[in-house]
């Protein structure tokens, strides 16, 4: 379903929704973190401020790496996600 969350000119309202999610940002649970990572997966390739994440992807990313045994099966990200540059490959060689 994230995939589906992108588009390259927002409304008034889905901005304010995006605004919101920067509240996400203190949710630790072991999904949340794969959760923002999949979400910035995907509004990464917009290369502008229009969907820019307010969290912080190389600490997500870290959380990630850290939890990923825990991290439940449906909220892991997948093999092509792991690969993408939305953070530095540093931080996935120990997935």
Known sequence: MVESCVSEEL???EQQILNQLEFL????HLDAHACRLKLSA???WL???????PWNVQDEMKEY???HAYVSSACR????????PI???SCTKSL
Do not use: Q, R
């Not at 940002?25 to 630790?28: A, E, I, K, P, V």
């Not at 290369?47 to 994440?53: A, L, Q, T």
């Not at 093999?79 to 993408?84: A, N």
């Open 77 to 84: 990200l997948s093999k092509d996600e792991e690969t993408l």
């Open 47 to 53: 290369g502008d401020e229009s969907m820019k994440c």
């Open 11 to 13: 409304t008034a309202e």
């Open 87 to 89: 953070c530095d490959p």
């Open 65 to 67: 790496v850290l939890k």
């Open 25 to 28: 940002g203190n949710d630790f």
């Open 42 to 44: 995907v509004t990464v």
